[in-house]
C-alpha cells in the first residue's frame, strides 16, 4: 500500500508532483471572450505554441510555487507514534530559475522550504548525461540517476520544464477562454485561460507512459479514488510571432481524503494517517533567452546517491 511503503516526506513529495503535472480532457470547447487582432483562434494559437516549445533549442525559465495542504476534517484514527501523524497546515515552497538545452540538459538555482527538511534550502542542481548533479546549502554534490527520479517520486521535478509543456500540450482538449492581446512585461502577448474539468486527476493517472518510481498502478488508483478535484486552471501568454509561452500559471484547488487512503489495508504505521486535506497549488513559470546559447557541464566528485532527501538532510 503506498502509505505503509512510503514515509510522510515522500507521500508529499508524490502529491506535489502530481498537482504538477495535472492536466486534463475537459470539455473541448472554447469561447471568445475578448477582441483580438489575431485571426487566429484561441485553441490554433494554443497548438502553434505547443509545436514552437517542442523545437526549441535552448530557454531560460523563472519559476515559483507555492503548495498549500490544510486540515478541514479531523479523522478518528489515533496515531500510534508521532511521525506517523501529518500536521494540521503545511506549505510547500520552491522558487528558483534555469537555463536548459533540449533535449535532457539543465542548470538550475533553487530554493525550496519543506516542511520537516528545512526553510531556504538552497539548492544548485545540473542535469547531464542522464544524470541529475544536486548541490546542496554545505556546497556538496550529490549525483542520482535521472531515471529513479522518474515522474513524481521528487521535489526536483518541479524544475522539469517537461512537465509545463505536457500541461500546454493537454491544455488543447480543455476550455479555452481567448482574452485577446494584453501587456504582460512591456509585452503584447495573446493571454489564454484553460478551464480544466473535474476529471482531470483520473485523466492524468491514467495517461502515465511509465509509473512513477517507488509507485505501483494499485498507488495511483488509490490517490485518484482519494482525491476530488475541486479547480484547475491554467493561464497562458503566447507571443504571436514566434508562438513561444512567455508565462504560464497554474492555480488548483483539491481535497485528500487520507482515510480513503488507509482503509483499503490498514496498518500500526499509517493509523494516524486520517482526515481531509484541502490542497492548494499555484505556480508561475516565466520563459525566457529562447534559442540563445547555454554551457551546461557536469561537476567533478559527485557522491553518488539513490535518495534525494538525504540531500535536504545534510
Not at 112 to 124: E, F, I
Not at 198 to 218: I, M
Not at 289 to 308: M, W, Y
Amino acid at each position: 500500500m503506498l502509505i505503509r511503503r512510503l514515509p510522510i516526506s515522500s507521500l508529499l513529495a508524490v502529491l506535489l508532483g502530481l498537482t504538477l503535472l495535472l492536466s486534463a480532457c475537459g470539455t473541448a470547447s472554447s469561447s471568445n471572450s475578448g477582441v483580438t487582432k489575431s485571426t487566429l483562434t484561441a485553441g490554433q494559437v494554443l497548438q502553434k505554441a505547443v509545436t514552437s516549445m517542442q523545437h526549441l533549442k535552448t530557454a531560460h525559465f523563472d519559476f515559483s510555487l507555492t503548495e498549500n495542504f490544510q486540515m478541514q476534517s479531523q479523522g478518528t484514527a489515533t496515531p500510534t507514534s508521532q511521525s506517523s501523524a501529518m500536521p494540521n497546515n503545511l506549505t510547500l515552497s520552491m522558487q528558483g530559475s534555469s537555463d536548459e538545452a533540449f533535449p535532457g540538459e539543465a542548470s538550475a538555482q533553487i530554493k525550496v522550504s519543506v516542511p520537516g527538511l528545512g526553510t531556504n534550502q538552497q539548492l544548485n542542481e545540473i542535469i547531464k548525461d542522464g544524470k541529475v548533479y544536486i548541490q546542496n546549502k554545505q556546497g556538496q554534490w550529490y549525483v542520482l540517476e535521472q531515471s529513479s527520479l522518474t515522474g513524481t517520486s521528487s521535489f526536483l521535478g518541479a524544475i522539469n520544464s517537461d512537465q509545463y509543456s505536457r500541461l500546454l500540450a493537454l491544455a488543447q482538449k480543455a476550455q479555452l477562454t481567448d482574452h485577446g492581446d494584453q501587456s504582460l512585461h512591456g509585452q503584447n502577448l495573446r493571454h489564454i485561460s484553460v478551464t480544466f474539468g473535474k476529471d482531470a486527476l483520473k485523466d492524468l493517472l491514467n495517461s502515465f507512459e511509465q509509473l512513477p518510481s517507488g509507485l505501483s498502478q494499485s498507488d495511483l488508483q488509490q490517490i485518484e479514488q482519494a482525491t476530488t478535484l475541486q479547480q484547475a486552471n491554467l493561464e497562458l501568454w503566447i507571443d504571436e510571432q514566434s508562438f513561444y509561452v512567455h508565462e504560464l500559471g497554474l492555480n488548483m484547488k483539491m481535497d485528500l481524503d487520507l482515510n480513503k487512503l488507509v482503509q483499503a489495508t490498514p496498518t500500526t504505521s499509517s493509523s494516524g494517517l486520517s482526515g481531509v486535506f484541502a490542497i492548494q497549488t499555484n505556480a508561475t513559470v516565466d520563459y525566457s533567452k529562447f534559442n540563445q546559447p547555454v554551457s551546461i557541464n557536469a561537476p567533478a566528485n559527485a557522491t553518488p546517491t539513490d535518495n534525494p532527501l538525504t540531500i535536504f538532510q545534510q
